[in-house]
């Protein structure tokens, strides 16, 4: 973290032992460490709260730490949809979900997230959609949020600033494949959109018409 980041974490975005077992839980579960820091997971809980937020999707789950940062914005019969292909990652999610006394808003859907949003569409419009999962499916995850959004709803990713690195790391696969998520994004005529640059950069996009 800068100094700005831990500056801001401390002010803004500090934890309670819940969220902070959650971010651990990668370190003792032998899982990759990739979860949000605390000073993203507080900018996608005012996001939330932000919009009324009242169901969101959320794909890439981990160990459900960005996932309790969203459902603690949302109200008592709010909803989180969270989205993980690993078993292992639903396991740790769920109870690291039930000891932040979220699990009552949050379902956990198991299994590869194309699959899931079919399914998710029935129970749509939503206010918010969160991607951090593997790039690949990026372009399919665009054309559903834009789809099963509401107007004025968000679609929010993670790891924005990694599409600027396109330009100068042309064999960098990851980095290509957000380049042409965020290009889709800003030239989609019913988003507006801006990459808000703190951590890895966050993309904020909202579903105008
Ligand atoms: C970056 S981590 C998510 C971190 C989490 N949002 C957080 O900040 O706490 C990405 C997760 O997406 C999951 N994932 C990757 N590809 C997926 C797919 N096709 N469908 C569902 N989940 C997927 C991975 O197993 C991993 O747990």
Redesign the pocket.
């Known amino acids: 973290m800068t100094d700005i980041e831990t500056y801001i974490t401390q002010l803004f975005a500090q934890e309670d032992e819940a969220l902070s077992w959650a971010r651990s839980a990668p370190e003792r579960e032998q899982m ?1 460490r ?3 820091e605390p000073f993203e997971g507080k900018l996608l809980n005012l996001l939330a709260q932000l919009v009324g937020a009242r169901k969101i999707v ?10 309790i940062w969203l459902a603690r914005a949302l109200p008592e019969d709010g909803q989180l949809y969270t ?4 078993s292992k ?1 639903v396991e740790v999610a769920q109870a690291n979900f039930e000891r932040a006394g979220v699990s009552d808003r949050v379902t956990i859907q198991h299994g ?3 699959d899931h949003l079919n399914k998710l569409t029935a129970k749509g419009p939503f206010d918010m959609v969160f991607l ?3 790039r690949d ?1 990026y372009l399919d995850y665009l054309k559903w949020a834009v789809v099963n959004l509401r107007i004025g709803g968000l679609l929010v990713s ?1 790891n924005a600033h990694r599409g600027a690195l396109a330009a100068q790391q042309p064999d960098n696969e990851d980095a290509a494949m957000m380049n042409q998520f965020l290009h889709a994004v800003a030239e989609h005529p019913q988003l507006t959109a801006t990459i808000i640059s703190m951590g890895d950069g966050m993309l904020v996009a909202r579903k105008t018409s």
């Open positions: 990759p990739i979860s949000v959320e794909i890439g789950t981990l160990a459900g730490y960005s996932g989205l993980e292909i690993s990652h590869d997230a194309i951090d999962a593997k499916q993670h």
